[in-house]
């Protein structure tokens, strides 16, 4: 099976600032990447879907980026609500694995 | 507005049976997905298991953790789908969210609705 690793596991951050969170897939995966976002006792959101696609109510500071086996999460100015734990996952072949997570703290 | 609304959780000992439930609406379950996704307290989130319409005709796929234990199913008369887990073990106690995928062949799946979650404890 593909596995999926972020990095880091958690970065602390300020508001207004730029944050990259990184997605590598141990297998190349074209563009078949969602990005999710999830706060504390919350059910995830859709963020990004297929790398790139913001999904329809999300902020444009949120940006995906990449193809095959690396793939960027970039939030450009970064806001209070943004502070909270992102995923990536792999949408095609099964199983649809997610990456450990990448918790965003207040510096 | 689609809405999917997890139930059937609780306290369970190692080795017996829980079934969660899922009822959704707001759209045509009858033509859709739906996915189970789990998280254990503390931690990241990890793919369950995905149920395809009825349309195609193809088994439930489920991640190696569960398969062989865990099966997927719906009722599409009441738009209901359903996690049967069997042969319960410690490492099962998570929060269980059901999820309603979109699919497109140009971006594979992506879970745009998700319900509230409910937890599973497996303890003696």
């Known amino acids: 099976d593909i596995q999926m690793t972020q990095s880091p596991s958690s970065l602390s951050a300020s508001v207004g600032d730029r944050v990259t969170i990184i997605c590598r897939a141990s297998q190349n995966i074209n563009n078949y990447l969602n990005w999710y976002q999830q706060k504390p006792g919350k059910a995830p959101k859709l963020l990004i879907y297929g790398t790139s696609n913001l999904q329809s109510g999300v902020p444009s500071r949120f940006r995906g980026s990449g193809s095959g086996t690396d793939f960027t999460l970039t939030i450009s100015g970064l806001q209070p609500e943004d502070f909270a734990t992102y995923f990536c996952?792999?949408?095609?072949?099964?199983?649809?694995?997610f990456g450990g997570g990448t918790k965003v703290e207040i510096k | 507005e689609v809405q999917l609304v997890e139930s059937g959780g609780g306290l369970v000992q190692p080795g017996r049976s829980l079934r969660l439930s899922c009822l959704t609406s707001?759209?045509?379950?009858?033509?859709?997905?739906l996915s189970w996704v789990r998280q254990a307290p503390g931690k990241g989130l990890e793919w369950v298991g995905l149920i395809r319409s009825n349309i195609y005709g193809e088994a439930p796929k489920y991640a190696a953790s569960v398969k062989g234990r865990f099966t997927i199913s719906r009722d599409d008369s009441k738009s209901i789908a359903y996690l049967q887990m069997n042969s319960l073990k410690t490492e099962d106690t998570a929060v269980y969210f059901c999820?309603?995928?979109?699919?497109?062949?140009?971006?594979?799946?992506?879970?745009?609705?998700w319900g509230q979650g409910v937890l599973v404890t497996v303890s003696s």
């Open positions: 707001g759209f045509t379950f009858a033509d859709n997905s």
């Open positions: 999820a309603k995928p979109s699919y497109d062949y140009l971006t594979g799946y992506f879970h745009d609705y």
């Open positions: 996952q792999k949408s095609y072949s099964f199983p649809l694995t």
